[in-house]
Structure formats: C-alpha cells, structure tokens
C-alpha cells in the first residue's frame, strides 16, 4: 500500500519534469533566455518536485517577452524579400523601440559605394520620429516609399544633415528606397509595432 502511493507520486513527477523540461528548451531554442531560471531540476527527487514545478512555470511567460531582450530580431519575408539585394541587410532588424527619436543615416557605406541607408531594417513603436541623416556622402538621395507608403522627401538632396523626418504613429511594415540609387540596393524597412 505504502509502496504503491510512492509508485505513484514518482510516476507523476517524472512526466511533470518532462513537460518543464520541454518547455525550458523551446525557450532557449530562440536566443533570448533571459535567466535561466530553471535550477535543473534533475528528475524527480523524493522531495521538492512539487516546489520545482511551481518555480518553474513562469517559464512560459518569458517566452512570449524574449525578443525584447535583444538588439536585433529576425526579419519577417516581406522585409528579407525586399532587402534582398541590398548589401547592408543581414537578415536581422534593429530593435530601437520604445524611443521618441530614432536616426537613419543616408548615405552610409554600402551597396558598392555611399549607397545605404543604416540600419537597412529598424524596428521601432508607434509615436516614434525617425529623423534620416545625410552623411553627405554618396551624391544626392532621398527616401520614398515602396508602393504608396507615406515617406517622401522629395528630390534627391546631397547635403549632410537630417534632411527628412517622419513620425510614424500607425503599425505597419513601411518600405522605402532612394530614388538614385535603388537600382544599386539602396533600400530600407521600417517596422512600426
Ligand atoms: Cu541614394
């Protein structure tokens, strides 16, 4: 009697540890582990199994916070597909959210030449300024969007300084390129969250 109750209580332990440990793992799978909080529960000790399983499931929590914790974040297709050619994409977004002002720098090293716009892909929140810097370099440019996106900065401009800006206040994917150099990959993204 007394055996069988033991029997029991591992057996309901061992498959709890297996589904924490899964968890543990999908979590890790996607670079962002904040701490690993999970104390490695080594399998189903007699004592503090149950105490195990509760520490351990906030785990699912901080799956779903992990990207804020990097720089960068994978690109979605749209942007890849778009940034295709374009020798300063690396396949990765900058993660500049929660910021009043960002800057783009236009005219940066890139695509053969003074080409780029840098970061190619940025990732910011609704209500932020991107504020797009000339280096000066690389002749004239200007940013327009892709399609019928809102950014337009008119004519092709050569001078160093921030010559465009735009605040974005709707989430959305927003496309853009210079009108000069696109043939060359002279491309952003912007992804409003
Ligand atoms: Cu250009």
Redesign the pocket.
């Known amino acids: 009697m007394t055996m069988t109750d033991s029997l029991d209580r591992r057996t309901v332990l061992r498959s709890t540890g297996a589904v924490v440990t899964a968890g543990l793992l999908a979590g890790c799978g996607g670079d962002g582990g904040e701490d690993g909080s999970g104390d490695d529960d080594g399998g189903g000790g007699e004592d503090g199994g149950t105490t195990d399983t509760e520490t351990d499931t906030p785990t699912e929590t901080e799956m779903s916070t992990e990207t804020e914790g990097g720089e960068t974040a994978g690109a979605s297709q749209e942007v890849s597909e778009y940034l295709s050619e374009t020798s300063n994409f690396d396949g990765s977004v900058s993660t500049m959210t929660d910021q009043d002002t960002v800057t783009v720098t236009?005219?940066a090293e890139a695509n053969g030449g003074?080409?780029?716009?840098d970061p190619a892909a940025i990732n910011v929140s609704t209500g932020t300024t991107v504020q797009f810097e000339w280096t000066g370099e690389?002749?004239?440019?200007?940013v327009v969007s892709d399609g019928d996106g809102p950014l337009d900065s008119g004519e092709?401009v050569g001078e160093e300084g921030v010559n465009y800006e735009y605040t974005f206040e709707e989430a959305g994917t927003y496309l853009y390129?210079?009108?000069?150099?696109?043939t060359?990959g002279?491309k952003g993204a912007i992804v409003v969250e």
């Open positions: 236009v005219g003074a080409f780029g716009f690389g002749g004239n440019h200007n092709a390129y210079c009108t000069p150099h696109e060359l002279m």
